[in-house]
């Protein structure tokens, strides 16, 4: 045999004996054990930080914000959800490191609630009802919703208490008056909750705010007669008016 072949031979057989070697000493440990994968990458995956966390993670950093969320309707909601950006990487300890880091990932504040709450809320023929909607052009008027609603807890107002309708004419309502007193006169005739069960009695869930003032205005300086209402409309103040209006009108159209 030609020498220059002998050397080639040789060379080859070198290489297939380091390549056997290599296979045999280089892979980890654990490949192969599950099929062609490295079976002690699952522990380590495991064992990692992760990115994205539930609320849970926020309660230390954001006590208050977590007390007010866990005892609200939006509980359901995730921080992360309407918070994106501090879901991911570490939490900010603090509200203004939360605005820096959102503004460096360059996603939509949460403080702009018109865009931020009209994602889930605005009315759309194919939402299931069974999801809270409004018309928000003539719902939040031009205003942020986290102007009348906490967006932790959107059934309370920003601090805490009863959600107000701050925009009716002749002042501020208030809604949680209007429910008492519906529930104490109204609710006999009009339902519990603005659905009556009789035909002659309309229902008064979810009509216009301004109708429904201007209705029982009329009933009082007898503009609008009826046997049953009028007397019942008399007995009410201007507030009363507004609260009854403010808080028939928040209601759903759903029963
Ligand atoms: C439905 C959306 C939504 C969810 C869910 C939500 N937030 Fe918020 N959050 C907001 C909005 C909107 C603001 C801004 C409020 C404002 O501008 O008045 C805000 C503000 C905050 C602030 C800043 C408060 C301040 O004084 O500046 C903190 C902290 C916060 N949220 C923590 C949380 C935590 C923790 C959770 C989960 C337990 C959570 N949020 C869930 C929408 C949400
Ligand atoms: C990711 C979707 C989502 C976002 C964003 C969101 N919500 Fe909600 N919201 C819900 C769901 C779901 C419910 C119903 C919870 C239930 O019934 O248990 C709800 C309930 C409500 C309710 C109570 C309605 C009722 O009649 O019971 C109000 C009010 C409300 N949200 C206002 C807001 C406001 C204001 C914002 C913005 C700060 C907002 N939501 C952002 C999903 C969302
Ligand atoms: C001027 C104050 C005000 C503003 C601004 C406002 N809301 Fe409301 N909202 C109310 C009141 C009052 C209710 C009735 C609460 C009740 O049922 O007790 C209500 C009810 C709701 C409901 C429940 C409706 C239903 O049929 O169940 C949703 C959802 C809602 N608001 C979302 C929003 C969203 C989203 C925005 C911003 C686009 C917003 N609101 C802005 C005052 C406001
Ligand atoms: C004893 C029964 C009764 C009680 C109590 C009662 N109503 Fe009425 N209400 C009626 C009847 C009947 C009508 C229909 C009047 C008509 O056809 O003009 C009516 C009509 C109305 C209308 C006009 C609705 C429309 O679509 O034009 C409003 C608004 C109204 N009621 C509000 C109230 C409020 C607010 C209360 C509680 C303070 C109340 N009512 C208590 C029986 C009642």
């Avoid at 390549?19 to 699952?42: E, M």
């Avoid at 522990?43 to 866990?70: G, H, N, Q």
């Avoid at 002749?170 to 603005?194: N, P």
């Avoid at 503009?223 to 009854?244: E, W, Y």
Wanted: proline content about 7%.
């Amino acid at each position: 045999m030609p020498k220059h072949i002998v050397r080639l031979l040789v060379l080859l057989v070198v290489l297939a004996a380091l390549f056997a070697a290599g296979k045999r000493f280089l892979p980890p440990h654990s490949f192969w054990a599950y099929g062609h994968y490295r079976a002690a990458s699952v522990e380590e995956i495991a064992s990692a930080t992760p990115k994205i966390r539930d609320a849970t993670s926020y309660a230390k950093v954001f006590p208050k914000e977590y007390a007010v969320w866990s005892d609200g309707i939006h509980k359901v909601v995730q921080c992360q959800v309407c918070h994106m950006a501090q879901a991911i990487g570490p939490i900010p300890t603090t509200a203004s490191a939360a605005r820096v880091a959102q503004a460096a990932a360059g996603i939509p504040m949460p403080y702009d609630s018109l865009k931020l709450c009209v994602e889930c809320h605005q009315r759309i023929a194919g939402r299931p009802a069974t999801q809270p909607q409004i018309v928000v052009s003539t719902h939040a008027q031009g205003k942020q919703c986290t102007a009348c609603h906490n967006p932790h807890s959107p059934l309370t107002s920003p601090s805490g208490g009863p959600i107000v309708l701050a925009s009716v004419p002749g002042g501020a309502a208030d809604v949680g008056a209007g429910k008492a007193k519906a529930a104490a006169v109204c609710a006999a005739c009009h339902g519990a909750s603005g659905i009556s069960t009789l035909g002659t009695f309309p229902n008064l869930a979810c009509q216009k705010n301004e109708y429904l003032s201007g209705a029982l205005t009329a009933f009082q300086s007898g503009g609008r007669n009826n046997p049953i209402m009028s007397p019942v409309a008399k007995g009410l103040s201007a507030a009363d008016i507004r609260n009854l209006a403010a808080y028939f009108s928040g209601l759903s159209c759903r029963t």
